[in-house]
């Protein structure tokens, strides 16, 4: 198969106890596919501006990601200025400037649409489905969302749920999405809207992972200092997802085993501002973290 990520490239203001970072390179879009560069070789479309350093995106081709669908338009980059306090789950957002990223209208390059795998990251539910109209026959739909989309174009949103197999969201949102409190009985309703897996991000409590007949749940982490949190939920879905393209075959097993790629990937993403610390992850931290994972779930 193959993987498609479409979203933003951006640069964030991030405030955090740990101090405050000015132009850090961010977007839904950068985490993903930098996180599922370890398992597959994703396809990348977004827009950035004329101001997006050439480093990172040398740093996309060093870690193979394809960047056919990648635009670069005269004018800034997407701005993105949040705060987060002592708990890590909770951010403010503070500014939010669209500027290249306000009229962004891909056209999928040939060789995209035929792809195995397409992720709609946490975009417009319009652009999702605009998007989705382009594409031929995948195997795999995935999307995430924000609540902003929830509260301001539902109907949208509701329409794209019904055209994808896998829906990612965190614990706010499929709250606010369902109108429940218990996340279970959220993520079954989610279920009846179309998707056949659920997939619901816990943040530092981990992540639920949600099909027909069956629950699945990963722990995060354990992590003493969370330096930002931003991207966590993003890399999440590009590790998931990245395995997912790698095993061919998603299958119940697959699936959980993708669930806990994602959650070493986000627990990586969290342990320095920004990208950075993905910049210089090797495999064998992966497979390291990978190894601690089933040591946390063991018993005898």
């Known amino acids: 198969m193959s993987l498609v990520i479409i979203g933003s490239l951006a640069f964030d203001t991030i405030e955090t106890p740990y101090g405050r970072r000015e132009g850090v390179v961010g977007g839904s879009a950068t985490y993903c596919a930098l996180a599922a560069s370890y398992f597959t070789s994703p396809y990348l479309v977004g827009v ?8 990172v995106i040398d740093l996309f081709r060093q870690r193979r990601i394809d960047l056919t669908g990648l635009e670069r338009k005269k004018g800034r980059t997407f701005h993105w200025e949040g705060r987060y306090g002592h708990d890590p789950n909770h951010r403010v957002t503070v500014k939010l400037e669209l500027n290249v ?3 962004f209208h891909p056209t999928l390059p040939r060789k995209y649409r035929q792809a195995g795998i397409i992720f709609l990251a946490n975009i417009d539910p319009e652009l999702q489905e605009e998007i989705l109209h382009q594409v031929t026959r995948p195997r795999l739909v995935a999307m995430d969302t924000i609540d902003h989309w929830i509260k301001t174009k539902r109907d949208s949103l509701l329409r794209v749920l019904k055209k994808v197999n896998i829906f990612l969201a965190n ?55 969370v330096v930002d949190p931003t991207g966590a939920g993003d890399c999440f879905a590009g590790g998931f997802l990245g395995y997912l393209d790698k095993a061919r075959q998603p299958g119940q097993r697959a699936i959980k085993r993708a669930a806990v790629y994602g959650s070493v990937m986000a627990s990586y993403a969290i342990e320095d501002f920004g990208i950075e610390r993905l910049k210089n992850l090797q495999a064998d931290d992966i497979k390291k973290r ?10 005898a």
């Open 48 to 55: 950035v501006g004329e101001d997006f350093p050439q480093e």
């Open 101 to 103: 990223f306000g009229d």
């Open 171 to 225: 614990e706010e949102e499929a709250k606010l999405l369902t109108d429940e409190v218990n996340l279970i009985r959220a993520g079954r309703k989610i279920l009846q809207l179309g998707p056949q897996l659920v997939v619901i991000k816990k943040g530092e409590h981990g992540a639920l992972v949600l099909g027909e007949d069956w629950v699945f749940g990963v722990l995060a982490h354990p992590c003493e200092e």
């Open 290 to 299: 990978f190894l601690e994972f089933k040591k946390l779930v063991s018993f």
